[in-house]
């Protein structure tokens, strides 16, 4: 006669009857990033350069910013213009 047995792990808190997990609530907004001006930081962002090198573009006329009262902004059409050019004299 064969004889089989189970085992079965039974951890400490698993005398507790089990609880079904409560549902999570996520709040999510997603705002359209249309900006028509961009931060110096947020520039260098989107071309993937440092900030120090940013201000050194802008400060030779490379790309183009303006000035919104003391803050320098940089338009969004700017940098595309800036990459084309460096697209062409490559």
Do not use: W
Not at 5 to 14: D, E, F, H, K
Not at 58 to 63: H, K, R
């Amino acid at each position: 006669m064969t004889a089989t047995a189970q085992l079965r792990l039974v951890s400490p808190t698993a005398t507790r009857a089990p609880t079904a997990p409560e549902p999570q609530l996520i709040n999510l907004t997603i705002e359209n990033d249309e900006k028509l001006l961009l931060s110096v930081v947020e520039a260098a962002h989107r071309l993937g350069i440092g900030r120090t090198l940013m201000y050194e573009l802008l400060g030779s006329g490379q790309i183009e910013s303006v000035h919104v009262g003391r803050l320098r902004k940089v338009p969004v059409d700017a940098l595309a213009k800036f990459v084309e050019r460096c697209r062409t004299n490559a």
